[in-house]
């Protein structure tokens, strides 16, 4: 059975860090991408960043670009998220994914398994 677990959520205030990670019980993580996704209250889930198989390959949502950065480590089957200059409108319930192929994608339906996710919030 897939688990995905996050952790390293919590309350910080505006311009603070918070590093989130991902720990995978998957026996494929070091030959898959991976993700991670954001939903605030009324909204939808949205994409935060991608990691290629090897970390060779990285995207990010233009909302965060230059603030966070994903990163991984294969052999403790990990992915890491590092949010630097939070903001109030990062708040949000932060899942992290495991793609379908050896690239990070942007899109839910390039992900296979999801964790339960971890909440973010940032106060002004």
């Known amino acids: 059975q897939v688990q995905l677990v996050e952790s390293g959520g919590g309350l910080v205030q505006a311009g603070g860090s918070l590093r989130l990670s991902c720990a995978a019980s998957l026996r494929t993580f070091s030959n898959v991408g991976m993700g991670w996704f954001r939903q605030a209250p009324g909204k939808e889930r949205e994409f935060v960043a991608a990691?290629?198989?090897?970390?060779?390959?990285?995207s990010y949502a233009d909302s965060v670009k230059g603030r966070f950065t994903i990163s991984r480590d294969n052999a403790k089957k990990t992915v890491y998220l590092q949010m630097n200059s939070l903001k109030p409108e990062d708040t949000a319930v932060y899942s992290c994914a495991s793609g379908k192929t050896y690239l990070g994608g942007r899109y839910m339906y390039e992900y296979s398994y999801w964790g339960q996710g971890t909440q973010v919030t940032v106060s002004s």
């Open positions: 990691i290629s198989w090897n970390g060779g390959s990285t």
